[in-house]
């Protein structure tokens, strides 16, 4: 049985948007997500020759090295069908948890029963309690989890999972035929005030990135399409500057754009940039932009 829903509700997750990333995807033997989250488009993608998940949020890396053991899922499996959809649940979920299958289900439930995408990564988050909903309750998503969690365990056997810096990863693991995507925390200053991920990523590490994709053997090259104003906050706008003026980037990227659609208050849409690469891919920014 394919994935047909998240494994988990994740900021920036690209599950919605991922047949579309996928399709633009060149031919490649070794696929790498040095940021990989929740994994919204390795879990939807054919299986590569080799591939490898990487993420700095231990909790994360957790949960997915317990859904890859058929063992640890099934205990995982039984113990969530067991929990109830509950507040008390939901706030006893924030203690530190030493043995991986409870980690594990922590973690879904912080994401799961949280209130807007914070949760999974401990950000600030209330109790879901969002009875009125047309598309099934939350209550009714929580039950349908298991299912979820077989289909995404099987698709991740033969994936090699890190928990280490990105770009360690990718300077590891770049050569032909590999494919890097690259989809890293959004900057802080282009979106809502608050606290989304287990590891942020300031301006200076983006740019520390970009160096990374735009220099040594490597041959990353691209030019970045323009987004309207108003779709993107200012300093973003300033970041994409930094892209649109490397030499490296002006040269042969192509730019591909699509509009993606953002559940926080504030944020009207959103827009992603992609190169199609000689080496790799990278989704530099899918930001959302305040107006």
């Known amino acids: 049985m394919g ?25 490649h033997r070794c696929y790498v997500e040095p940021y990989g989250g929740a994994a919204g488009v ?97 209550q009714d998503l929580w039950r349908r989890l298991p299912a979820t969690l077989s289909a995404v365990g099987e698709r991740l056997s033969g994936v090699m999972i890190e928990n280490r810096p990105a770009l ?17 925390p959004y900057i802080p200053e282009a979106r809502q005030p608050g606290r989304f991920y287990a590891h942020e990523m300031s301006r200076e590490d983006h740019l520390a990135l970009l160096d990374l994709l735009t220099g040594g053997g490597a041959r990353w090259h691209g030019d970045i399409e323009r987004v309207p104003k108003r779709a993107v906050s200012e300093p973003s706008c300033q970041l994409a500057d930094e892209y649109d003026h490397s030499p490296h980037c002006r040269r042969s990227w192509r730019c591909r754009a699509d509009g993606v659609l953002v559940a926080q208050p504030g944020l009207r849409c959103g827009a992603g940039w992609w190169r199609s690469l000689p080496v790799g891919w990278a989704d530099r920014c899918c930001i959302g932009g305040q107006n």
Request: hydrophobic share 40%; no cysteine; net charge neutral.
């Open 168 to 184: 360690d990863v990718i300077r590891q693991h770049d050569g032909p035929d590999v494919l890097f995507y690259i989809d890293p």
């Open 3 to 27: 994935v047909i829903r998240p494994v988990m509700r994740y900021h920036g997750g690209k599950f919605r948007l991922a047949p579309w990333v996928i399709r633009h995807f060149p031919p």
């Open 42 to 138: 390795l879990v939807q993608k054919d299986r590569a020759y080799a591939e490898v998940y990487n993420d700095l949020d231990g909790d994360v890396v957790n949960l997915f090295r317990v859904l890859r053991s058929p063992s640890d899922r099934a205990l995982l499996v039984e113990q969530l069908t067991l929990t109830p959809y509950a507040r008390d649940e939901f706030e006893a979920a924030y203690e530190v948890a030493e043995d991986p299958v409870e980690r594990a289900r922590r973690t879904l439930i912080r994401a799961e029963m949280g209130f807007g995408s914070a949760g999974a990564t401990k950000g600030a988050t209330g109790f879901r309690v969002d009875t009125r909903r047309v598309y099934g309750t939350a």
